[in-house]
């Protein structure tokens, strides 16, 4: 008689409801019409479980092996920890392994984002940084709007976790929720705001004039004295709400106009030094992952972030300037960080 065939998936399943059932294993045979010893085999291999996993001796690295690696990450930025070792010919090495050498040599870091420079861009920042360059940046008014949301940037809800400890719950919104678009300036070493655009308006030349003369006219420049007004220079970027003929016809009658309204280079969010105010309220926020369910206490956390952040840190900020300029210029126009 030749060899019955093994065990089919359904015969498998069928053995584990009987068994739970409390049939017997020659029950269970009768029922299955198989051999009572392939049913007693199959009960006994599975109750042994998984056999236990043998761990081979790990690959060891040389010191010469240390430093091709070393070379091998600083060529590939954002490489696989595979690809950087294969690049150096450095093979059976496990993941784990791979891992831990490079995090004694170079971190896991997200590619940086940045505003594409063509030559014209990077001409006209050195013509804007050789204007400026004398220029009195504490009469200088740096203005931008950023867009908080209820989530917070992607990427930014992690961090260590003690052991034995659960990662906190984060909401999931179909839809995002929406968010909330903050205006705000910094002269010197003062917070101008930040001042909150209404939810739902878009912002276009009209909309934004009538948003600065309701807040920014009305709630701060009008206390100012003569001489202060006359000698504050107003940036923006070149956002077209803001560069648009017709604000800056509106600017002129508020007496913002030439040598007062400060031109802009394109693409250059990294000379402007309210872009690191907006990434200190950020990370204020949002810190340890935290989320908002509505729009009104995500504006409400931008309010006491603002208030936080004191006089000398914005005097950090503004006095920056000097070093970018020269950054800019040693750069040939190209991109400074922030």
Known sequence: M???KDLTGSEKSKIVRYLAEGCSSLK???LLKRDHRTIKSFIQNSQQGRKKRVEKPRRKITAHELRKVKRAAAKMPLATSLAIFQSCNITGVPKSTRCAILRDMAKVRKAERRPPLNKTHKLKRQDWAKKYLKTD???VLWTDEMRVSLDGPDGWARGWIGKGQRAPVRL???QGGGGVLVWAGIIKDELVG???VEDGVKLNSQSYCQFLEDTFFKQWYRKKSASFKKNMIFMQDNAPSHASKYSTAWLARKGIKEEKLMTWPPCSPDLNPIENLWSIIKCEIYKE???YTSLNS???AVV???RNVDGEQIKTLTESMDGRLLSVLAKKGGYIGR
């Open 2 to 4: 030749g060899q019955k």
């Open 28 to 30: 269970i045979a009768k």
């Open 172 to 174: 999931r919104r179909q």
């Open 137 to 139: 940046f504490s009469k």
């Open 304 to 306: 006491a972030a603002a």
């Open 298 to 300: 995500v504006w409400e």
């Open 289 to 291: 992952g935290k989320q």
């Open 194 to 196: 930040p001042f909150r």
